[in-house]
């Protein structure tokens, strides 16, 4: 799996999570999703992707963004 991959999957998963929050609990969890697509906007401009950071803090992305899950074999 890739970096764009995961954060494609986790913006999804974050944006589903809030609506259905929305729905059952409050309409205050709209914030969640609000916050992830601002979240998605910044980092197409800035570059800077907080889970991208720690994975790669973690050395579990290597240089063509493949992710590890528990590091790199050596």
């Given at each position: 799996?890739?970096?764009?991959?995961?954060?494609?999957?986790?913006?999804?998963?974050?944006?589903?999570?809030?609506?259905?929050?929305?729905?059952?609990?409050?309409?205050?969890?709209?914030?969640?999703?609000?916050?992830?697509?601002?979240?998605?906007?910044?980092?197409?401009?800035?570059?800077?992707?907080?889970?991208?950071?720690?994975?790669?803090?973690?050395g579990?992305?290597?240089?063509?963004?493949?992710?590890?899950?528990?590091?790199?074999?050596?």
């Open positions: 799996m890739t970096t764009h991959n995961l954060i494609r999957l986790l913006a999804g998963a974050a944006t589903l999570l809030g609506v259905a929050l929305t729905h059952w609990v409050s309409p205050v969890w709209l914030l969640l999703p609000a916050f992830v697509g601002l979240n998605l906007i910044q980092s197409v401009f800035t570059g800077f992707c907080p889970p991208t950071l720690l994975l790669r803090k973690l579990w992305v290597d240089d063509q963004d493949v992710i590890h899950w528990g590091g790199r074999r050596s």
